[in-house]
């Protein structure tokens, strides 16, 4: 399946030394404003998650808590639908090499308390969310600041506050892309009133994006939260109707069943058993388009028999007894591309050649051979397991990739359920999980270290697998710190090369995002990460 390459006006914009980001305005794509005489107080009903923790920007690394914290803050720059980077607090994001950067912030801002969003709040926000002790799941991303430490509590001492409305950054190596990653939520500033009690501050959350929690109490949890209209928000993303009202639902099946019965506007999953026919069920209301999302699952090193040189020949084996066309002509109905690298086609850098990637290809007899040589070293015992959320549409394709196992190499395969979503990744960041589980990656940001840094690095937010290789890390480290992006990319193809002999996480395919819209239901977009550009809705 072909697949339009997005989201490279941003990245070019990165490549170069002397980044301005700066007087960058509109609403998106289509310039914003409702051509469509929409209800501007309509409530717009949409699918999401739970989220797994409180939202906290700096604590949330999970579609559920994005897809709100997103709505509800607004950082330095945020992404349009082709994923280019559009200044949103800030006025100017400058830097002349790749590790000094100068932020000037746009006066009158404000939080929805009514407070002004001034430098202080982005520099106390990182700070918070970098301090060892508050164990903030997206402190990684503050590793390249000066001052981050991942041994004790520090000090962000290369922020620095120039005045109220203008910082620097300075980083400890090298990071050219650092500039687009700042849109990411992790980047998000806080107002004075989270710090006086963090975790209450997470169940109503104070934000300056273009929505707002309705009211205290809003975020009915495992049911739905709503958000209306923030009249005070002046940033790019103009909204064009009254709030969202986001429903946590049990199953994609539920969720498409209220699309069709008129009881939900949009949707941003379709349900495997209604692969076949969505299209001709909405008709031009249906979407199928290429998003930034990656499918893997992960088993990490401490299970028994994955660790080691038998690890890496069983690892090796599994993904070879994985009949990845079969799988997504037949459960996705060709929604899904499988997997050449760990990253995505709509990325600038994603490649189809890399050395090693045979071992994404079907191959039952090298992978009978590869599992013979790992028993010669220790017979297998027990049962293969990959854990999913029961919530997520994933039981049809986790059955169809363990049949393929179990049929091939003849052991005992399965799947293992979680019932939500949160569960399953309370399970997995606490290290509790004793099965290999279905991970992935909905892009951050527009750039293709996002698919490797934060998954693979050691020691960083979202390996959780738990996987280290210094010569993967030192080409991540060489390859950030070019400023060309074909050199750039280069580096980060080589350390693809170095996981694909590991196999960390085992590849499986690209996803488009599938969905669609209620009948009047209008200025429909869904952006470069899959996720709709809600802002510009109406009805």
């Known amino acids: 399946m072909k697949r339009n390459k997005i989201a490279l006006s941003g990245l070019a914009l990165l490549g170069a030394v002397g980044l301005m980001l700066a ?59 082709t994923g280019a980077p559009v200044n949103d607090m800030a006025e100017s994001i400058v830097t002349n090499d790749p590790q000094n950067l100068t932020v000037t912030l746009k006066k009158g801002q404000k939080f929805t308390d009514g407070t002004e969003v001034k430098a202080d709040n982005f520099i106390k926000a990182w700070n918070y969310g970098a301090k060892l002790s508050n164990n903030q799941l997206n402190s990684y ?30 980083l400890s190596k090298p990071a050219a892309d650092f500039a687009l990653r700042l849109g990411y939520s992790a980047f998000f500033p806080l107002p004075d ?41 002046q940033g790019g993303r103009t909204v064009e109707n009254g709030g969202l009202s986001i429903i946590f639902y049990a199953t994609q099946d539920a969720a498409y069943a209220d699309l069709l019965g008129g009881n939900v506007d949009v949707i941003d999953g379709v349900p495997s058993s209604s692969l076949a026919t969505f ?3 909405l008709g031009d209301r249906a979407v199928n388009q290429p998003a930034a999302v990656f499918q ?12 080691g040189e038998e690890g890496k020949l069983r690892r090796q084996a599994l993904s070879m007894a994985i009949n990845r066309p079969e799988i997504t002509d037949t459960i996705f109905q060709g ?43 220790s017979p297998w015992t027990g049962t293969f397991q990959i854990a999913y959320n029961a919530d997520g549409g994933h039981q049809s394709w986790v059955d169809a990739v363990t049949n393929s196992v179990k049929n091939t190499l003849g052991i005992d395969a399965s799947g293992a359920p979680y019932p939500t979503f949160k569960e399953l990744r309370s399970a997995v960041t606490n290290r509790s999980i004793e099965t290999t589980f279905r991970s992935g990656w909905q892009a951050d940001y527009p750039g293709l270290y996002n698919f490797l840094g934060p998954l693979y690095a050691t020691d960083a937010s979202s390996n959780d697998g738990d996987y280290s290789n210094p010569e993967f890390d030192q080409l991540l480290t060489a390859g950030i710190a070019e ?23 085992i590849p499986l395919w690209y996803s488009n995002v599938t969905g669609g819209y209620a009948e009047g239901v209008n200025n429909v977009q869904f952006g470069w990460n899959s996720v709709p550009l809600y802002y510009e809705i109406t009805k």
């Not at 998106?28 to 404003?33: A, L």
């Not at 074909?486 to 693809?496: I, L, P, S, V």
């Open 335 to 377: 929604t899904r591309t499988p997997a050449s690298d760990f990253t995505s086609p709509v990325i600038a850098g994603w490649s189809d050649s890399l050395t090693g990637a045979d071992v994404l290809k079907f191959d039952a007899d090298k992978a009978k051979e590869l599992w013979a040589q790992a028993d010669a070293i």
């Open 279 to 281: 299209e001709s069920d």
């Open 296 to 307: 893997s699952f992960t088993i990490p090193s401490r299970l028994a028999h994955f660790s």
């Open 483 to 505: 400023t060309d992006l074909e050199t750039q990319n280069a580096d980060f193809q080589k350390a693809q090369e170095v996981l694909l002999q590991d196999l960390p996480a």
């Open 23 to 81: 007087g960058c305005s509109g609403g998106g794509d289509n310039g914003g404003g409702s051509s469509s005489g929409g209800d501007a107080t309509a409530i717009i009903r949409t699918n999401g998650s739970e989220p797994q923790n409180p939202l906290i920007p700096t604590n949330t690394n999970e579609v559920g808590g994005g897809k709100i914290l997103d709505s509800i803050f607004a950082g330095l720059v945020y992404y349009d639908g």
């Open 193 to 233: 009133a989270a710090f006086t009690d963090m975790a209450a501050f997470g169940e109503n959350p104070i934000g300056n994006g273009p929505y707002k929690l309705a009211s205290t109490g809003a975020w009915q949890h495992n049911v739905q939260i709503d958000l209306v209209k923030n009249d005070d928000y």
């Open 141 to 170: 991303f503050f590793e390249d600041i000066v001052g981050f430490s991942y041994d004790a509590d520090s000090e962000l001492t290369g922020l620095q506050k120039v005045d109220d409305y203008t910082f620097t950054i300075a």
